[in-house]
């Protein structure tokens, strides 16, 4: 059988990127009364999809969490690989049966809603069962879903974004004035070549004071990986820069400038807040400081058998503990060298 063709890979890192722009702006709203309380630790689940007809597979291909700490002092934010080898458990509203796969399958195994039918809303159960399965969370409070053209826009209505950017990266994709690379001639006409392009390339030169990226760059910047030392890892890393980045300009945007950012967005950002509504969620977070978010990059190496390259494997356990128990800021105290906290 032949696999589901995968969206441009512009489409299926970056959408994600926007997800947390939901945050800040629900920490900017005006304040509710007579709300009720959000106890206790929180989990969210942060899922890029591409944006497809409901009779294409979607995928979900950058998966980011967010742990809240039950005293609401900052926030952890870390990624998990898109190749991340790990058990999907069966799944009876699509008829999937448990397999051991990259976890990006998850989205799209459980989205089957019938012949050539497929539906986001309940392929992101199946991912958000299989993300608590790997954590250790079990259910998530909150989940959120931007697709590529809504963090398109939202980009855009910003006017860019301005971010440190840390090491020396080459695009993949982009000429230096932003058009497409030329494609070489064997790869013309189809997606089935790993690296098609060629040609004069857009560099992002290191630098150690925020540099403003207008929208098109913003976006090539948090695609790349080829060349990077720690390829995935690294790419990974600019996406928690680059959100967090992103949502300390909506946090001090004022609120007719929010209106009009997150109006930008079109529809394309959803929000399931789980057993309490948007208002009671807006009174919740409204008090977290942006920029006390921390962004972890977790450890990880990758899978072979055989030669045969699978994917990729965490050792992140103790932390992922820490966050089942709501003792990170201990953890990371305690293990200095367990994780990597983002420059």
């Not at 969210?44 to 409901?54: H, K, N, Q, T």
Request: glycine share 10%.
């Amino acid at each position: 059988m032949r696999k589901p063709r995968r969206a441009p890979l512009r489409t299926r890192l970056a959408v994600v990127a926007g997800s947390l722009l939901l945050l800040p702006a629900l920490a900017a709203a005006p304040a509710v009364a007579g709300h009720a309380e959000i106890d206790g630790p929180l989990n969210v689940l942060l899922a890029g999809i591409d944006p497809r007809g409901s009779h294409q597979a979607p995928l979900a291909d950058t998966i980011i969490v967010l742990h809240v700490p039950a005293n609401r002092q900052g926030a952890y934010l870390f990624s998990l690989p898109r190749d991340l080898v790990v058990r999907i458990p069966a799944f009876p509203k699509s008829g999937s049966t448990a397999q051991r796969a990259k976890i990006n399958a998850a989205m799209r195994l459980g989205a089957q809603a019938g012949a050539g039918r497929y539906d986001p809303a309940q392929g992101l159960q199946l991912l958000s069962t299989t993300v608590g399965q790997v954590t250790g969370i079990g259910a998530f409070d909150a989940s959120a879903v931007i697709d590529f053209g809504g963090f398109k826009n939202v980009v855009a209505a910003l006017g860019g974004v301005s971010m440190v950017i840390d090491q020396r990266v080459a695009s993949e994709h982009r000429k230096p004035d932003g058009s497409p690379r030329d494609r070489v001639p064997q790869c013309q006409g189809h997606d089935d070549c790993a690296r098609p392009y060629t040609g004069p390339q857009k560099v992002y030169p290191p630098s150690s004071t925020p540099v403003r990226l207008r929208a098109w760059e913003a976006l090539d910047y948090v695609r790349q990986r080829y060349g990077l030392p720690h390829s995935d890892y690294d790419r990974q890393r600019h996406q928690r820069q680059f959100l967090t980045a992103v949502a300390g300009q909506l946090h001090g945007a004022g609120a007719a400038r929010l209106r009009s950012v997150l109006g930008a967005a079109n529809g394309s950002l959803r929000f399931n807040g789980g057993r309490h509504t948007l208002a009671e969620w807006v009174a919740e977070l409204r008090e977290i400081d942006v920029a006390a978010v921390t962004t972890v990059g977790l450890p990880g190496r990758p899978v072979f058998e055989r030669g045969k390259y699978l994917g990729e494997r965490l050792d992140a356990s103790g932390f992922f503990t820490a966050v089942k128990n709501d003792r990170v800021a201990a953890f990371l105290l305690d293990h200095p060298g367990a994780v990597t906290l983002d420059r």
